[in-house]
């Protein structure tokens, strides 16, 4: 009998430590990243009769396999900031050893490039680099997340590619020209992410990111030039994105719809002054403009999901 309980006795423990690591590697980004793929499969869905649910679920667990292996590993990676951030992400708190979670990390890479057999080539290729764009992003002798410049290619060009991994694999990748609103979807989902993201995920952390010598635009103007930056570019954007719609005719104005709300959010979150302070309270009120942009990452993804399938 005891010998019964001793085979089953580390299986919670194993199942313990995935769920501290999906924690770690942030269910909301997942969340969206899972979105940006399947957006780009169903903005697909117009021009091709192609797609086989199978290869498109198969993709998605190859795509979302790459974004958990990176963001588990910048976890890892971003330690020291963290606990001086307060975050209460496992690896702050103290429950998952960074060791493991690097080891977890490499076992998800490596399942990423493991689920791209049978799919086209090219999504190999699109996994591959996106985890090595997410070891250079975190991992030394450089990580390009010291830097504003760095963070901002990184994160435009994996989410490019997590559009042309839904389009490629949609498509079955027969080359095929995406379509207008998908390149327009793209270009403002990429914007948002990066022209407002970057500004709105920086004031919670500066002063872990100055601590840890990391140059964001945060550590770099302020909190309140940052609040500014953020605010400006959610209107700005949404204005572009409004005329690129009415231009090109492409058929978004859902999506038009929802990014209004969204930028709106961001706006007043904006405004608000944040609570003072520098604990876990003080954090969470300096994230509310973050809050209103993954929030309307989601809402503007859902729409554009929703509207073609």
């Known amino acids: 009998m005891s010998g019964i309980w001793t085979q089953v006795a580390p299986l919670p423990a ?36 192609i797609a086989d649910p199978v290869m498109v679920f198969q993709g998605g667990v190859a795509w979302v396999a790459s974004i958990f292996a990176i963001y588990l590993f910048n976890g890892v990676t971003d330690t020291v900031e963290d606990r001086i951030n307060g975050s209460g992400r496992p690896i702050a708190r103290g429950d998952l050893h960074p060791r493991t979670a690097a080891a977890v990390a490499a076992a998800a890479a490596a399942l990423a490039l493991l689920a791209t057999l049978g799919l086209p080539l090219a999504m190999t290729w699109i996994i591959a680099v996106n985890l090595g764009l997410g070891y250079l992003y975190s991992g030394p002798p450089s990580p390009l997340k010291a830097s504003p410049g760095g963070t901002v290619i ?19 990748g027969a080359g095929l020209v995406a379509p207008t609103e998908l390149v327009v979807f793209t270009t403002a989902a990429i914007c948002w992410m990066v022209l407002v993201g970057v500004p709105a995920k920086d004031l919670s952390d500066i002063p872990g990111d100055a601590a840890a010598g990391r140059r964001t635009l945060g550590v770099r103007i302020g909190e309140s030039a940052a609040r500014r930056v953020m605010m400006t570019a959610a209107l700005g954007l949404l204005a572009a994105f409004c005329v690129a719609v009415a231009v090109l005719d492409a058929r978004l104005v859902g999506v038009l719809v929802a990014m209004a709300a969204g930028a709106a959010a961001v706006v007043v979150a904006g405004t608000r002054p944040a609570r003072q302070g520098q604990g876990r309270a003080g954090r969470r009120a300096r994230r509310r403009s973050y809050e209103a942009f993954m929030a309307t990452q989601q809402a503007v993804h859902i729409t554009a999901v929703l509207s073609n399938i």
Do not use: W
């Open 14 to 49: 194993g199942a313990r430590v995935v769920a501290l690591c999906l924690a770690e590697s942030r269910p909301s980004v997942l969340a969206v990243s899972s979105l940006r793929y399947l957006t780009g499969v169903a903005l697909a869905l117009p021009i091709t009769s």
């Open 154 to 172: 990184v994160l435009m060009l994996s989410g490019l590619l997590s559009y042309l991994a839904g389009f490629t694999v949609a498509t079955a």
